[in-house]
């Protein structure tokens, strides 16, 4: 059984929406009708804030990546790994600021803030949509994420997390070499132990790789817990398939969890603490 660190949950601040559920990335588009007898105008008014966004966040990526790119080549490793981890955080809050400008997204992360001053912690989320790695980032300063290979060639993100010291989740001896290196120059490693974005309510089964980091590097698990409106970039949800907007995302802060005794038990335990606390939490809806 877990050894747990009680913490009282992060209760944000300014949320509009009162009522709803958790984000389900399996929950089918029936479920929220599209909204008729609008406007044409406006409908296409809407499209347009859409697509620019995505644009914007994909052009800001490329160039913020041909940034660090170059920095990754001048900079010492553990000056680099501050500045690129400034630079991502710094960029994801302004693609955020920016549609909440064009009147799509409402983010209530203020629980996150918390975090922020504190020491090296394992942050551990429920993964329902891609979006989930950018709302926490955005909040966190000192923070390196668990990556698949594959982004260290992407041309949009690759420059970034190269100069950010992300840790590559395809190797387990790389993985704990690079998370014990991030936790000796004092930062935050984000991890998602679903390992992938969320298709069986309210969780996946959790992997190995949340109690590898945790039991080698003995840091705590913070877990939090991601709530959303609406499902857009779930699990099969392409990217320009336009959902309804706006879109409200809200993070809280549950438990701290010790990884000890027996791993497996562990690992199940932690899973049915996120699952309770997914079932009996209402979450949010637009409005």
């Known amino acids: 059984m877990p050894t747990v660190l009680d913490k009282r ?11 709803a559920r958790p984000l389900s990335s399996r929950r089918s588009a029936a479920v929220y009708p599209r909204r008729r007898g609008r ?3 406006a409908q296409g008014a809407e499209f347009a ?9 994909w052009l800001a990526s490329l160039l913020c990546s041909l940034v660090a790119g170059l920095l990754s080549l001048l900079l010492p490793p553990r000056i680099g790994a501050r500045v690129g981890q400034f630079l991502i955080m710094a960029g994801f809050r302004l693609f955020l600021s920016h549609m909440r400008l064009l009147g799509l997204f409402h983010c209530d992360l203020a ?13 551990a989320a429920n993964h329902p949509a891609l979006l989930d790695a950018v709302l926490v980032i955005s909040r966190l300063p000192r923070v390196v994420c668990l990556a698949k290979a594959d982004l260290w060639k992407n041309p949009f993100l690759g420059g970034c997390i190269r100069l950010a010291r992300y840790i590559r989740s395809d190797s387990p001896l790389s993985l704990v070499r690079e998370a014990k290196e991030a936790i000796l120059r004092g930062d935050q490693i984000l991890i998602f132990p679903e390992g992938t974005r969320t298709t069986t309510e309210p969780v996946n089964p959790f992997r190995g790789g949340v109690a ?3 039991r080698t590097t003995g840091i705590p698990v913070q ?5 959303g409106s609406f499902p857009y970039l ?5 990217l320009f398939r336009k959902p309804e907007f706006p879109l409200v995302y809200r993070a809280r802060l549950g438990r701290r969890f010790f990884a000890r005794g027996d791993t497996q038990e562990w690992i199940e335990e932690l899973e049915r603490y ?8 209402p979450s949010i809806s637009a409005q």
């Open 9 to 19: 949950n992060g209760q944000g601040r300014g949320c509009t929406a009162p009522t």
């Open 39 to 41: 406007n044409p105008l």
């Open 49 to 57: 804030r859409f697509y620019w966004g995505i644009g914007f966040f």
């Open 111 to 123: 629980a996150l803030d918390r975090l922020r001053t504190e020491g090296p912690l394992l942050v």
């Open 212 to 214: 590898l980091v945790a």
């Open 223 to 227: 877990t939090v817990f991601l709530e």
């Open 234 to 238: 779930a699990k099969g949800w392409p």
């Open 274 to 281: 996120y699952q309770q606390e997914l079932a009996r939490t």
